[in-house]
C-alpha cells in the first residue's frame, strides 16, 4: 500500500463496529440498536460477508453517539469475541497508551494476533477525547501522551520481533530480560496512527504502519498529505495512507440530503452539550477541523460535518448518490489514499448498501486510472 513511482494497490474497504450503539437516529439519549454483543456480531458478520477488509473499533471510556451514560461495548473484550466468531475479516483495534501495562498488552495482542490466525492490527490513539481519560484517573498533557505513545510501539515491536529476552529503556516503559509468548515476528499487527498536528504527523513518520486520517474538504486533506510527505521524506520511511469517513448513500442527491438530516434531527440537547464540552478548548486539531462552522453543515458539494454535533471525533460524511460518493472517493485516492475506512447508520444496512451500490464503481474508476 506504500506510496511509490511503481503500480499501486487496489484500494483497500473497512466498516466500522458501533460500539456506542446504532440505528436511524444519532445523538438521541439511548440508542435504537443497543451495542450488544449479538447486534455487533450481526455487523462484523455482514461486513465479512460483504468482503470487507477489516474493522475498525474505537475506544472509549464513556459513550460517544448518545447519551455518555448510555451502554456502551468494551473495545478490547468485543474485538475478541468477534474475532472468534469470523474468519477473514480482519479487526482494527485502537488503543490508548497509559491504561494497561505493556507488557501484558503485548501478550494479549500476540495471543488475539494468533488465535485470529493474524487478523489483528492496532490504531493508536495518543490524544483520545478530552476529558475522557480524567475520568478513569489519568492526567497527562498533550505532549506527554504523545511521547509516551512513541515508546509504547516501540517496545510492543521489540517484543514482537526482537530475538528474546528483550530490554528496551525508556522515560515511560522498562523491560528488563522480558518474554512475549506467542511471539508474532515479521507477522506482527500493523500499528495505524492517526491526527492532524505537527506532533502526530512526526510520530506517523517514524512509526506508523499507516497515516490514518478523518476526511476532511480535498484541498485540506492534500494540504495534510503534503506536509506527511515531508515528514516521511525526513525518515525514509514508506508513506502508506487511509481515511476514516461516514456515508449517506441514497439513489437520488436530494434523498440522501434529507437523510442526513434526518440523522441528527431528533438529536437531544443534552448529548449536543456533552458533545461540545468534549470539543471545547482541545488541543487536538483534527477534532477542530471536524466541527468547524459552516451553513447547514456542508464543508463542500457533498462534505457533511452534521454528525460533529452528536458524535466524538470524525463528525464527517460524503452524502450523495452512489456515483456522486464514488467520484469523490476518487478524488482522495487520487491524493494517494489507498484504505478508506466507511461506515452508515444503521450499519447492518448501509453496509450492504456501499458493498453493492458503491464499492463496484470506485473499484471500476480505479481501475480506469490506473490502466
Not at 111 to 135: W, Y
Amino acid at each position: 500500500m506504500a506510496i511509490s513511482n511503481g503500480r499501486r494497490p487496489e484500494p483497500r474497504f473497512d466498516w466500522f463496529v458501533p460500539i456506542d450503539g446504532d440505528g436511524e437516529r444519532a445523538g438521541t439519549v439511548r440508542a435504537d440498536r443497543p451495542p450488544t454483543f449479538e447486534y455487533l456480531k450481526q455487523v462484523a458478520e455482514t461486513a465479512e460477508e460483504c468482503g470487507f477488509y477489516s474493522m475498525l473499533i474505537p475506544t472509549r471510556f464513556a459513550n460517544g453517539l448518545f447519551s455518555e451514560d448510555a451502554p456502551l461495548a468494551e473495545t478490547w473484550t468485543t474485538a475478541t469475541a468477534l474475532a472468534a466468531v469470523t474468519s477473514r475479516i480482519r479487526f482494527l483495534v485502537a488503543v490508548r497508551p497509559g491504561f494497561i501495562a505493556l507488557g501484558l498488552f503485548a501478550q494479549m495482542a500476540a495471543a488475539l494476533h494468533q488465535i485470529s490466525g493474524g487478523r489483528l492490527d492496532i490504531n493508536i490513539v495518543p490524544g483520545g477525547i478530552q476529558n475522557d481519560f480524567e475520568r478513569v484517573g489519568e492526567v497527562s498533557d498533550h505532549a506527554t501522551r504523545y511521547e509516551r505513545a512513541e515508546e509504547f510501539i516501540q517496545a510492543c515491536r521489540a517484543l514482537w520481533q526482537d530475538p528474546q529476552p528483550v530490554t528496551y529503556s525508556g522515560d515511560f516503559y522498562q523491560l528488563a530480560d522480558a518474554y512475549c509468548a506467542p511471539a508474532p515476528g515479521r507477522d506482527a499487527p500493523q500499528f495505524y496512527l492517526g491526527g492532524a498536528s505537527p506532533r502526530a504527523l512526526g510520530l506517523s513518520a517514524r512509526q506508523a504502519d499507516v497515516h490514518l486520517g478523518w476526511i476532511e474538504p480535498l484541498e485540506d486533506t492534500a494540504q495534510r498529505v503534503a506536509d506527511l510527505k515531508q515528514q516521511f521524506a525526513g525518515t525514509g520511511r514508506p508513506l502508506t495512507l487511509g481515511l476514516r469517513t461516514h456515508l449517506v448513500i441514497r439513489d437520488d442527491e436530494e434523498e440522501a440530503w434529507q437523510a442526513a438530516r434526518r440523522l441528527i434531527a431528533d438529536a437531544a440537547p443534552e448529548v449536543k452539550a456533552q458533545r461540545q464540552a468534549a470539543i471545547v478548548g482541545t488541543p487536538m486539531v483534527g477534532q477542530q477541523a471536524q466541527a468547524r462552522e459552516a451553513e447547514d453543515h456542508r464543508l463542500g458539494r457533498h462534505l457533511w460535518n452534521g454528525l460533529s454535533e452528536v458524535r466524538v471525533n470524525c463528525g464527517s460524511a460524503l452524502v450523495g448518490t452512489p456515483e456522486q460518493v464514488a467520484d469523490e472517493l476518487l478524488g482522495y485516492w487520487r491524493l494517494g489514499i489507498d484504505e478508506f475506512i466507511l461506515s452508515g447508520f444503521p450499519h447492518v444496512e448501509e453496509c450492504q448498501r456501499a458493498a453493492e451500490d458503491l464499492l463496484p464503481l470506485v473499484r471500476d474508476r480505479v481501475a480506469a486510472e490506473i490502466r
